[in-house]
């Protein structure tokens, strides 16, 4: 049932029949300008899609998102080239001959460090368009299909090293359908856009979509909506790489993000722990360098790779946003398996699925516990620590949460139970930003003293005193190994990005 209501939100993500027309019209037009024009960087030009366009895997844009647009990526690639390579040139001779188009020189933006765009405005309420036109020479190193493309910083011209007709092919062997598929997904699109298509041989296999698609788009959306004012959003290319190799290929989307979520987050368990990563060329940091490379570049030495995650090691809060938003991805896809109600995936669309919000369902489960149980153990308060989660994103009322709280503690039993209990309702004053009495620091300082041996209550205690540290972090990981304590709401207390040291790979 889960599955088949993401299916419902996938297809009401992705970009409609008529828009992908329209965005196949405005590509070939381009196309065929770019294909008779002359340059002198080189000549014999093959201009191809490249993205989320070509992959299967674009969403709908998000109209509170500040690049709100369908963005089609192309590629102008010169695949022979004068004896005299410049960056510089082959740019302007791109750029030059789409301002030789009156229509497409009003269109187009500033120049961008690799590319040039066209913005197309919105028609009819419909979303709206650009652009990415990317200038590239056929390279003469590396793997097949290797193109060299040009870099502008401070202006200066620079070349650096891309694959995307290569990386197309290997997600292409990744994303593999059956004759029937096709045939159900051409049948379903016809039968639903008659209008457009006279025969339903006519509708385009760009269209179809697969389970591993279809997982990608909504992880693409709940991205986009989740970093809505904030910075460091991650790269689609990061997302579709990692899934690609991470899935099993007989999964259907909810697992499909499942297991995206549990490997990013696994590796970063694992690294904040030990400090080290085993490598396993999906996403590797050694050294002090994140690597997530283009799997087509297997066979080159690590240093010549396409790293997506470049950015990474200039800015470190990319990382740090990228495991922050899988984690949020996690908790939302858990509330949603719980409740049967898209909603609870955030992914501000229309409404799908049957059910009670998750906060009810929680509650509900809660006041089980507490009703039936004798003795109340840290062990069954998960639902607990879920609904502080929801109260931290402002998913439900804290009053509630906080009874609940409460009444944990007064049905715990005497000791450790007892004091997790009070952590617990003490975290909650935290989370919703109320500073703590002198009597209540001095009744967590006695939780402290209580329980010094056990470096799960030093962490909570530091925490909510606020001088917890990295180190407390790494040994209550060290204690809890059948845990991922970085998921545990009052963690969510410690503001402070990670420090990874310059570890080796091993």
Same mark, same amino acid.
């Given at each position: ?39 002198r960087s080189g000549y014999l030009p ?87 036109i990317l200038p590239a020479l056929k ?77 990608i788009q909504i992880m693409k959306r ?93 800015? /470190?809060?990319?990382?740090? $946003? ?6 949020? %991805?996690? &908790?939302?896809? *858990? #509330? ?98 109320? /500073?703590?009495?002198?009597? $209540? ?6 939780? %402290?003293? &209580?329980?010094? *041996? #056990? ?52």
């Open positions: 049932m889960s599955n088949q209501i993401l299916l419902q939100v996938a297809q009401y993500l992705d970009i409609s029949p008529t828009d992908f027309k329209i965005a196949q019209e405005r590509f070939n037009a381009v196309k065929n300008w770019l294909n008779e024009g002359t340059y093959d201009v191809y899609l490249q993205g989320s366009f070509r992959l299967g895997t674009v969403v709908r844009p998000y109209r509170k998102d500040k690049d709100g647009n369908f963005d089609i990526d192309q590629v102008c690639e010169l695949t022979k080239y004068n004896e005299s390579k410049s960056s510089e040139i082959l740019k302007n001779d791109i750029g030059d001959r789409l301002k030789e188009n009156s229509d497409y020189e009003r269109m187009m933006d500033e120049e961008g460090k690799r590319c040039w765009t066209i913005e197309y405005a919105t028609e009819n309420n419909r979303p709206g368009f650009h652009i990415d390279s003469d190193e590396g793997t097949l299909h290797n193109i060299d493309i040009t870099h502008k910083e401070n202006n200066v011209y620079t070349w650096s090293t891309s694959n995307p007709k290569g990386y197309y092919l290997w997600f292409k062997s990744k994303n593999t359908y059956s004759t029937s598929f096709i045939e159900s997904q051409r049948n379903a699109i016809f039968n639903a856009n008659r209008e457009l298509y006279e025969r339903k041989e006519e509708v385009p296999k760009q269209l179809f979509r697969t389970s591993l698609q279809r997982a709940h991205r986009d909506v989740h970093f809505v004012n904030k910075d460091f959003k991650p790269i689609s290319i990061i997302i579709t790489t990692i899934t690609t190799q991470v899935y099993n290929a007989e999964s259907n989307i909810v697992e499909i993000i499942d297991q995206f979520v549990n490997y990013a987050l696994s590796r970063n368990e694992f690294l904040i722990k030990n400090g080290y990563l085993n490598k396993d060329n999906i996403l590797d940091y050694s050294n002090g360098k994140w690597l997530i490379p283009n799997p087509v570049d297997y066979a080159r030495p690590e240093s010549e790779r396409e790293n997506f995650a470049d950015k990474w090691n200039i800015e /470190s809060k990319l990382a740090n $946003a990228f495991f922050e938003w899988c984690q949020q %991805l996690k &908790r939302d896809i *858990n #509330s949603f398996k719980k409740s049967g109600l898209s909603d609870s995936l955030d992914l501000k669309t229309k409404s799908f699925g049957t059910g009670e919000k998750v906060d009810k369902v929680l509650i509900k489960e809660t006041d089980k516990i507490l009703e039936n149980g004798i003795g109340i153990s840290s062990s069954n308060n998960r639902e607990l620590l879920e609904l502080i989660h929801l109260g931290i994103e402002g998913k439900t009322e804290w009053e509630p949460v906080k009874e609940l709280a409460e009444r944990y503690y007064h049905k715990a039993d005497e000791g450790e139970s007892k004091d997790v209990a009070k952590v617990n309702y003490y975290q909650i004053a935290r989370h919703r930003g109320k /500073s703590f009495s002198e009597e $209540a620091r001095a009744d967590i300082m006695d939780v %402290l003293s &209580r329980n010094n *041996n #056990s470096a799960s209550f030093v962490l909570c205690c530091n925490l909510l005193l606020g001088s917890a540290t990295q180190q407390m972090i790494r040994a209550c990981m060290k204690e809890f190994n059948y845990e991922n304590i970085l998921e545990w709401p009052i963690l969510r207390l410690y503001n402070r990005p990670f420090v990874l040291e310059n570890t080796v790979e091993v």
